[in-house]
């Protein structure tokens, strides 16, 4: 089954048409890839997203003060495949969806403040940006960045609510810093006797757990749990774990409510209508991005600077008798200071294989062995944060197979997949 959009013909919102980031503020897949959505027919076992089912969580919200944890993918699915249809052939705007903020609003829920995670409310800002507070233009919001100043919300920010909604769309890896805001959210709720609702949807790479399991002594915002590079959780299972794993300080709980998804299997497809992150822009780069990933922490580019971001990787320092593919980034969108801008690098074009859903060494293990200076590649404490481990480096470094890493993983992830399984909400 492959999800596109939402279709229910029982529940039809009438809301206010524009997201509440704005025109141009949703950076939206490729054309090509709208119209395969366009052309999908769904039924009545199309996947409803947690934001979707308002019969559920609207009436927790009613009369209460409430923060929202949102960005550019908080958005309710509104329209059916006949009316999107319809639009197109017509010419007229795509609207298939609303952002939460706007619709909660429309629907007389109280919200006093946005919360925003890394790059943002409006999902522009470059990895690792900071971003300050603000106010949302649209609705005079006041924003407060969790990706700033504070990583965790104030007491003082918490001190008038009675409620928080965490609805973020997340792709299933560790060092991927959404899982990082939503343990900080969760600490900072249980402290102040906040309750939070959290909105589920599908990980894009949930039918997999791999990679390697993260050490405590190499906790960073970037993982801070002792989970594989690539969990196989949805958002509100990993809040589960969270909290039954006593993960919060001082083993606090948080008071929390998964509105769960309908329809969903950990063996969905899934597509994503948004991209999730300025540098994840289409289904390709979601499924690459578990192993191209690791490149973030070494001096190779992984297509940043490029509209290939994930989808590619080279360096000036990779043998150019060995790669044929070259290219040269260039600042853009999501990428405002590329590595190696302006150079040209010697590297992989990835953007046209069929990227298999599952986890690989083999990129960064080739560029490794191809590498006329091998001292260049890695950028070993930021690797380390993305490893979760030293010993990945040290591996890659004196020559081992990725059969014969892999093996050192085995008795990790397998007493991971048996505490997983405990708070596992989806088969």
Not at 81 to 86: C, V
Not at 283 to 303: K, M, R, W
Not at 362 to 383: L, R
Not at 417 to 422: D, E, S
Request: with cysteine; aromatic share 10%.
């Amino acid at each position: 089954m492959r999800f596109k959009v939402f279709k229910n013909t029982v529940l039809l919102f009438v809301l206010v048409v524009i997201s509440c980031a704005g025109k141009g503020s949703s950076e939206t897949l490729k054309n090509e890839q709208t119209d395969e959505i366009l052309k999908q027919v769904q039924d009545d076992k199309s996947i409803v997203v947690g934001a979707n089912r308002t019969e559920v969580y609207l009436p927790l919200l009613k009369g209460k003060r409430v923060g929202v944890v949102a960005n550019q993918t908080s958005v309710i699915f509104k329209e059916t495949k006949d009316i999107r249809l319809e639009k197109r052939e017509k010419g007229e705007e795509m609207t298939d969806y609303i952002h939460l903020v706007d619709s909660l609003l429309a629907l007389n829920i109280d919200i006093k403040k946005v919360f925003s995670p890394e790059h943002g409310f409006r999902g522009t800002a470059d990895a690792g940006e900071n971003v300050k507070d603000g106010i949302d233009v649209k609705t005079q919001l006041p924003i407060f960045s969790l990706h700033g100043k504070h990583k965790k919300p104030t007491a003082e920010q918490l001190e008038d609510l009675d409620i928080m909604v965490f609805d973020i769309q997340d792709v299933g890896v560790r060092f991927y810093t959404y899982i990082s805001t939503l343990h900080y959210v969760m600490e900072a709720c249980a402290e102040n006797n906040v309750k939070l609702l959290i909105l589920d949807r599908p990980n894009p790479n949930g039918n997999y757990i791999d990679g390697p399991t993260l050490e405590k002594e190499h906790s960073s915002f970037l993982g801070m749990h002792t989970i594989p590079l690539v969990h196989g959780m949805t958002i509100g299972e990993y809040a589960k774990m969270i909290n039954g794993e006593g993960w919060l300080k001082d083993n606090a709980k948080c008071d929390i409510t998964v509105v769960e998804m309908q329809h969903y299997n950990h063996e969905n497809t899934y597509s994503l209508p948004i991209r999730p992150s300025p540098n994840l822009p289409n289904d390709q780069s979601i499924t690459l991005y578990p192993s191209l990933g690791l490149f973030e922490g070494t001096n190779i580019n992984a297509g940043r600077g490029t509209e290939f971001q994930f989808q590619r990787y080279g360096a000036p320092f990779l043998d150019a008798s060995h790669y044929i593919f070259t290219y040269t980034p260039q600042p853009n969108f999501g990428s405002k200071y590329p590595k190696h801008k302006d150079v040209l690098c010697y590297g992989e074009d990835l953007s046209e294989i069929k990227a298999e859903r599952h986890f690989t060494l083999k990129y960064v293990i080739d560029a490794y062995t191809n590498a006329t200076d091998k001292s260049k590649v890695f950028n070993t404490a930021n690797f380390t944060k993305h490893a979760g481990t030293e010993k990945l480096q040290e591996q890659i470094e004196s020559g081992m197979s990725e059969e014969a890493i892999r093996a050192t993983w085995k008795d990790d992830l397998e007493t991971f997949k048996a505490i997983r399984a405990k708070y596992l909400i989806y088969d």
